[in-house]
Nanobody
Framework: QVQLVESGGGLVQAGGSLRLSCAAS????????MGWFRQAPGEEREFVST????????YYADSVKGRFTISRDNAKNTMYLQMNSLKPEDTAVYYC?????????????????WGQGTQVTVSS
C-alpha cells in the first residue's frame, strides 16, 4: 500500500510556470512506475506523463511535450512535474499515480494508487 499526496497547484497566468510534487509514503516508492494525469471539468481523466522506477525513461502526452518535465527523487519518495509555458487549456485537477508492476503506461487502469489531486488554473 502506498499513499500519494500532491501539492504545488495554484493560479498562474498563461506563459507562467508551476512545479507539482507528489509525496509518497512507504518503502517501495523506488520500485514503482509513476505517472501524472489531469482532469478538466466535464472531461475524462487524461494522461500527462510517466516515469520509470529509476527516472531513466519518461514519456509525455503530445499536448505537453516540450513544456512539461517529469522527474523523481527516490531518496525523498517524491515525484515532480515541472510545468512551463502554461496555457489556459492546461487548467485541470492534476493527479499522481503509482503502478506496482510493469513499465511506462498511458492507461488509467494500469495504475494501482492515486492521490487526491491538486488544482491548476491558468488564466488568459
Amino acid at each position: 500500500q502506498v499513499q500519494l499526496v500532491e501539492s504545488g497547484g495554484g493560479l498562474v497566468q498563461a506563459g507562467g510556470s508551476l512545479r507539482l510534487s507528489c509525496a509518497a509514503s512507504g518503502r517501495t516508492f523506488s520500485s514503482y512506475t509513476m505517472g501524472w494525469f489531469r482532469q478538466a471539468p466535464g472531461e475524462e481523466r487524461e494522461f500527462v506523463s510517466t516515469i520509470n522506477w529509476s527516472g531513466s525513461n519518461t514519456y509525455y502526452a503530445d499536448s505537453v511535450k516540450g513544456r512539461f518535465t517529469i522527474s523523481r527523487d527516490n531518496a525523498k519518495n517524491t515525484m515532480y512535474l515541472q510545468m512551463n509555458s502554461l496555457k489556459p487549456e492546461d487548467t485541470a485537477v492534476y493527479y499522481c499515480a503509482a503502478r506496482k508492476y510493469g513499465g511506462l503506461s498511458t492507461g488509467r487502469d494500469a495504475y494501482d494508487y492515486w492521490g487526491q489531486g491538486t488544482q491548476v488554473t491558468v488564466s488568459s
